[in-house]
């Protein structure tokens, strides 16, 4: 049987609901990109739903195998420290049935790197043409 792959993404959490909205927008995105992937946004404090019961959301959905995506922009104690026993812990949940991967933080991936730095200098060449314009 063919695994049902699914996608575990981790944000920190903030008490301001409006935070979440670039994260949701990602969500969004892969949905619309991948329609036939499980996607479900975690929170690793103040939002919901919380690592352990969106990881088991994935599974009641029929993921056999879950890729965790911490989207934090580098390796924080949170992401070293905290998010892993959580994934270990729905993984002694679920032994063998599950498989779930946890990669490196979001903001490490070159990529992402390379993002920040071209909006950068996006914006900062579009501030030095409007301070040339007459």
Do not use: N
Not at 6 to 24: E, M
């Amino acid at each position: 049987m063919k695994p049902v792959t699914g996608l575990l993404l981790i944000a920190h959490g903030a008490r301001d609901p409006t935070w979440a909205t670039p994260f949701q927008e990602v969500v969004r995105r892969i949905r619309l990109s991948q329609p036939e992937l499980q996607v479900a946004l975690s929170f690793l404090e103040f939002m919901s739903p919380g690592i352990e019961e969106a990881g088991h959301g994935l599974v009641a959905a029929g993921c056999t195998e879950v890729h965790v995506v911490p989207m934090f922009l580098g390796a924080s104690g949170h992401v070293r420290r905290d998010v892993p026993p959580l994934i270990e812990r729905l993984g002694l949940h679920y032994g063998s049935k599950v498989v779930w991967t946890q990669h490196v933080a979001l903001g490490e991936a070159d990529a992402v790197m390379q993002a920040m730095a071209d909006t950068t200098l996006a914006w900062l060449a579009a501030a030095q043409t409007s301070r040339e314009a007459p």
